[in-house]
């Protein structure tokens, strides 16, 4: 099955770091990527959309400069967490997609903790 | 509009019984339903989808779903509840165009 690659699996850093996660589709070629926050036992919430090639979009109350969304390519997506805060910490996952009636194929998330 | 609704929290069941995890979902015209799991500190993982076809939807690791058009639900059932089982199940809808709406998740705890 199709796979997506999600890196790094965990980060912890200082208050004011930015970082940046990784999103790779290994076997496919990903026309749209998505980027998602998860709280503790709660949903995902979709933060952007990206397609390749053009700018991402974002959900309502989703900072734009605050969550930087590169879709450079067919099997990369980074999104970076600019000067990051405690309250950034979460579960960040993303997920690729190449035709809409298809699935999404998530990476295995990225837990941010911010001190 | 497009919304995906998942009733329970929470659901129990003994292991070697059946499960049952509701889903229902409101589109405006023909949905595209799937179902995923996320086990803990994990992304989700596909188990099954239901384009067109048979209202019945077998997938992975014993899973089925049902497509009701009538009652506009996509109910994920499985015969026989395993302790394995127990995770995080989201179910999801999409109509044309990118967008997915993923439900807000029903926790199941299959007790040994």
């Known amino acids: 099955g199709a796979v997506v690659s999600q890196h790094p699996s965990w980060v912890i850093c200082k208050s004011g770091t930015s970082v940046k996660i990784e999103c790779r589709s290994l076997?496919?070629?990903?026309?749209?990527m998505f980027w998602y926050r998860q709280f503790p036992k709660q949903s995902l919430m979709l933060m952007a959309t990206?397609?390749?090639?053009?700018?991402?979009?974002?959900e309502q109350g989703v900072e734009k400069d605050k969550f930087l969304i590169n879709h450079a390519s067919l099997t990369l997506s980074t999104l970076t967490v600019t000067s990051a805060h405690p309250e950034d910490s979460s579960f960040y996952i993303c997920?690729?997609?190449?035709?809409?009636?298809?699935?999404?194929?998530f990476g295995d998330g990225t837990r941010l903790s911010i001190l | 509009a497009q919304s995906v609704a998942q009733p329970e929290d929470q659901v129990n069941v003994a292991e070697g019984n059946p499960l049952t995890v509701k889903c229902t979902y409101s589109?405006?015209?023909?949905?595209?339903l799937f179902w995923y799991v996320q086990y803990p500190n994990r992304g989700l993982q596909f188990l099954l989808k239901?384009?067109?076809?048979?209202?019945l939807v077998k997938g992975s690791y014993g899973f089925e779903a049902e497509f009701n058009k009538s009652q506009t639900s996509f109910h994920l059932k499985k015969p026989s509840a395993l302790v394995s089982d127990s995770a995080l199940y989201f179910c999801?809808?999409?109509?044309?165009?990118?967008?997915?709406?993923f439900g807000t998740g029903t926790s199941l705890t299959v007790i040994p």
């Open positions: 997920s690729a997609s190449n035709e809409w009636n298809q699935p999404q194929h």
């Open positions: 076997d496919f070629q990903a026309t749209t």
């Open positions: 990206s397609n390749e090639g053009s700018k991402a979009t974002y």
């Open positions: 589109v405006s015209g023909n949905p595209y």
């Open positions: 239901y384009i067109t076809g048979d209202n």
């Open positions: 999801a809808v999409r109509e044309t165009g990118n967008q997915f709406y």
